[in-house]
């Protein structure tokens, strides 16, 4: 089987992982208003859904016994998700609402506003699971993926879900649970496992015939591709006037990705062969968090980013590929 019909599964497969977790997504969302999760805390229920083909990916990959492709995944996926989420969100929020003149204000002042809640339940957490893992796989004696390292991401991940509801919780809603639903849901949960394994095989067999390392097609192929999706769905929610919840999403989707994405990974003790790739690639997955929770705080009375937060989020991405092809690849 040629390449080019490889790329059109790869592409069919994430589509299909997608779609299944969108089908997964609605049970959730009616138990967040049924329990009275709050946007930022919702964001961190609704990921375990959300994420679910990253997570997905990653099983297959370990055990297809080819967990570099997966560990590609894991990283790549969360260097470009912040960048590409926080652009489109911007983007799209560029929308005149009716009868909102705080928005308004927004479009005037070339502003994504954003609730400062979602610094304290979703990116600082996320940015001590990243140091978490720094510490668990960096240092020379303990460098590399192993089952306590897995064990130990589940349980960091735990505490982040179980701090978010806590403080974001408000009065219940009462909901309506439809059989249809249920069962959609269940044909979802076999679409993502279907698209999962194709991602997976397709993206073997495209390393494979190019001559790359699996762990390179894991970053920029598999990483890249189970994101875009996502762009659709943002585009969707933040036009839609639901900006915060639209943009904070991708936040709690990486605390997953980095913590239990990580667990299959960690239990067939995935080795980290190339440890300046690993390094540099671990280094930017921290510093888009980390961007995001510094310029979060336009004013005491604005939260947000202003256009060239936007535009620095990007120009953090392109100096993550100039690093990564001049000095790491050193393809020239």
Known sequence: MNTLLWAVILILAAWAAHWGADKLLLPLKLLRKQWGLTASAGAAFLAIVTASPEVAVNITSAVRGVSDIGLGN???????????????????????????QQHQKHLEENMLALNKRSVKVLSLPYLGIIALVALLTLPERWRGLQPADGWIMLGAYAVFLVQAI??????????????????????????????AFFIVKATENIVSALGISQIIGGLFITGKLVTLPEVFKTWSVVKGGEVTAGTTSVIADNAITM???FFPLALVNTPVEDFQLYWVNLAFVGLMPLLYTLFIHQSRSQHGFSRWQVFAFDSAYVGYILI????VLKVF
């Open 74 to 100: 894991l990283l790549g996926s969360n260097i470009i998700s912040i960048p590409l989420i926080t652009t489109i969100a911007y983007l799209a929020s560029r929308k005149q609402l009716k009868n909102n």
């Open 259 to 261: 913590s239990v994405a």
């Open 166 to 195: 806590i403080r974001g919780r408000k009065e219940g809603e009462k909901v309506h649970w439809e059989k249809r639903n249920i069962v959609l849901s269940a044909v979802g949960s076999i679409a993502i496992a279907v698209g």
């Open 324 to 327: 990564m092809v001049f000095v």
